[in-house]
């Protein structure tokens, strides 16, 4: 078994569900935990060659990859490692719909083909937002579990899970999530509901 290294890719990172799926991650397989900052990024680069498994850990924003990732990915490019690990992919978005993170996922498949990069597997959550604070954390929990032997064990697949709910009380749900979200920072709902988001 080789050494695998989780790179948190949320902007949010210390503070992120990325951080949380990570650990749910070497709560069942031992590795490297590190967050990408703006500084860190020859840092990173460096110490990529040394594992045989590289997890990029992240949340989907706008259809595809944050730009924290976005900006390490290109600085790994010009800084390719003489020993390209396996990259695997941990994705989760606040859409019901796991699939919904398809797009991401193709990027960082696409980077890998680009740059020879071995593609390994990928774990896509939906609802991943909410799932882990709610009875659907053992999906979660269970996914990773799952995802986690693959990359461990070199049998690279695919996963996928998400809330078992209906569309409309998943809806219904995240709207009442949201609006009391909104009071607590003093916003109402008829502000967020605004395309405007700075006072002019």
Same mark, same amino acid.
């Given at each position: ?7 948190? #890719? ?14 749910? &991650? ?12 703006? @500084? ?17 850990? &992240? ?30 992919v941990l994705i989760n978005c606040g859409f019901l719909e796991y699939g919904q993170n398809d797009i991401a996922v193709e990027m960082v498949a696409l980077f890998c083909r680009q740059n020879g ?8 959550? #939906?609802? #991943? ?6 009875? &659907? ?9 799952? &995802?986690?032997?693959s990359v461990a064990a070199g049998r690279y697949a695919s996963f996928h899970t998400a809330m078992p709910l209906p569309k409309s009380l998943f809806l219904k749900a995240s709207a009442a999530y ?9 916003? @109402? ?12």
């Open positions: 078994m080789g050494r695998i290294l989780i790179l948190n #890719g949320s902007p949010r990172a210390p503070k992120s569900n990325s951080k949380r799926y990570a650990q749910l &991650f070497l709560d069942c397989r031992r590795g490297d935990y590190l967050e990408i900052t703006r @500084s860190n990024h020859q840092q990173l680069c460096a110490q990529v060659g040394a594992y045989s498994d590289l997890v990029l850990a &992240f949340p989907l924003y706008a259809d595809g990859l944050p730009v924290t990732l976005l900006h390490f990915l290109k600085a790994l490019e010009a800084h390719l490692p003489a020993h390209k690990p396996t990259v695997s990069f071995p593609f390994g597997s990928v774990l896509k959550i #939906g609802s #991943g937002e909410a799932i882990l604070d709610t009875p &659907f954390r053992f999906l979660a929990a269970g996914a990773v579990k799952k &995802f986690a032997k949201w609006t009391e979200y909104g009071k607590k920072n003093g916003i @109402s709902e008829a502000e967020m509901r605004t395309m405007q988001i700075e006072s002019s």
